[in-house]
């Protein structure tokens, strides 16, 4: 029988890989690590990789696994999901990982300007009824450019229509530098089959095998997020997913958002 979510949190009191900081605690607690990472927790001078949203953590961890001197972290507010990553992580003596609970929309209070150089937004709720929930709305890009590296690089794979087209318009009205782009990472086009397409496939959750098995093409992309220039939103109406994704109702009768 597997555990309850009150001895999952009761076991990440004690692990040395989670950090937890939720809204109510991070507004009155500052965070001594920021800035720190690397020489406090990793012990290394390595690259630093976040994970947003990220859910059980099996990406984080693959991740880990597959790049063992590049540092990862996962970041999400469900503690119990988390557990599953930090325990596995632990049990398979990953030093390379570490995982940070709290809410994404302050993220910059844990990071300093230029401590991390890549982030990965696997599988985010689409938010299709406030563009600013969204992980790639500029009201978020404007949060990682606080701390990630210019010109560092944001992956995005993705179940949801709806937010692969939204993160398309958003790069093109802003200009963003966009290296990789497929609507369909498991049956990519010959000239799409680049070394990030076949990283972001080597890796495959739970959830995203399901949504494989229902028929529906996993999105991918990776683009640049410079520094400077103000981001603008795209002002485009795009068609809602027409399907109900685990866990996700669509909440809406309309048909379009932007």
């Known amino acids: 029988m597997g555990k309850g979510k ?10 040395e890989n989670v950090f937890q900081y939720p809204y109510s605690v991070v507004e009155h607690v500052p965070f001594d690590m920021q800035g720190h990472w690397r020489e406090q927790y990793f012990k290394n001078n390595n690259p630093i990789v976040l994970e947003l949203g990220c859910g059980k953590g099996e ?4 991740l880990a696994k597959k790049y ?24 398979e003596g990953l030093k390379n990982v570490a995982f940070l609970r709290t809410n994404i929309e302050v993220i910059e209070r844990f990071f300093s300007p230029d401590e991390v ?3 990965w937004l696997t599988f985010s709720d689409p938010q299709m009824k406030n563009p600013r929930k969204r992980l790639t ?21 993705t179940d949801s229509n709806f937010l692969f087209t939204y993160t398309t318009y958003l790069v093109e009205k802003n200009h963003l530098p966009l290296l990789v782009k497929t ?4 049956h990519p086009e010959v000239s799409d089959s680049s070394a ?18 229902r028929g529906l093409n996993i999105k991918y992309m990776k683009f640049c997020l410079p520094r400077e220039g103000e981001l603008v939103e795209p002002d485009v109406e795009i068609e809602l997913d027409d399907y109900r994704s685990y866990h996700r109702d669509k909440r809406s009768s309309k048909d379009k958002a932007k």
């Open 6 to 15: 009150l001895a999952k949190f009761a076991d990440m009191e004690t692990y």
């Open 117 to 119: 150089q890549e982030i």
């Open 183 to 186: 609507t369909d990472l498991y």
């Open 59 to 62: 990406y984080t961890v693959g």
């Open 137 to 157: 709305s500029t009201w978020f890009l404007n949060r990682y450019r606080k701390f990630l590296s210019d010109g560092g690089f944001i992956h995005l794979k």
């Open 68 to 91: 063992p001197h590049v540092n990862f972290i996962g970041v999400d507010i469900k503690g119990a999901r988390m557990w599953t990553g930090a325990t596995q992580a632990l049990q």
């Open 196 to 213: 990030d397409i076949q990283e972001a496939a080597s890796i495959q959750t739970y959830y995203e095998s399901m949504w494989i098995a």
